[in-house]
């Protein structure tokens, strides 16, 4: 069964930056496009950025610019570094495949960010 482990998170002001990694357990990950997604307190879970097995990428508005994801095939670990946080960019972050979450969620990693 794949396990995704995410982490990264901290307390950041604003303008920060933090860096998140998610591994994926097993041989799949090459093979298999991800996603990062969050989830604020009292919101639901929503999509943040997609990586392609070629590494393209795509973001939700609300981060392009400022978000960046990226992968390590040979280390079966996805990134995304967050650059120039905001308040509202507070929540745990979690990864898993895009559009429809194939594998169980991990705890995720908590991002906070002070103003």
């Known amino acids: 069964q794949v396990q995704l482990v995410e982490s990264g998170g901290g307390l950041v002001q604003a303008g920060g930056s933090l860096k998140l990694a998610c591994v994926v357990s097993?041989?799949?990950?090459?093979?298999?496009?991800m996603g990062w997604y969050r989830q604020a307190p009292g919101t639901q879970r929503e999509w943040v950025a997609t990586i392609n097995r070629d590494s393209t990428a795509g973001y939700a508005d609300f981060v392009k610019g400022r978000f960046t994801v990226t992968r390590d095939n040979a280390e079966n670990t996805m990134y995304l570094q967050m650059n120039n946080l905001k308040p509202e960019d507070t929540a745990v972050y979690y990864c898993n495949t895009p559009r429809v979450p194939e594998f169980r969620w991990g705890q995720g990693t908590q991002v906070t960010v002070s103003s």
């Open positions: 097993g041989s799949i990950f090459r093979f298999t496009a």
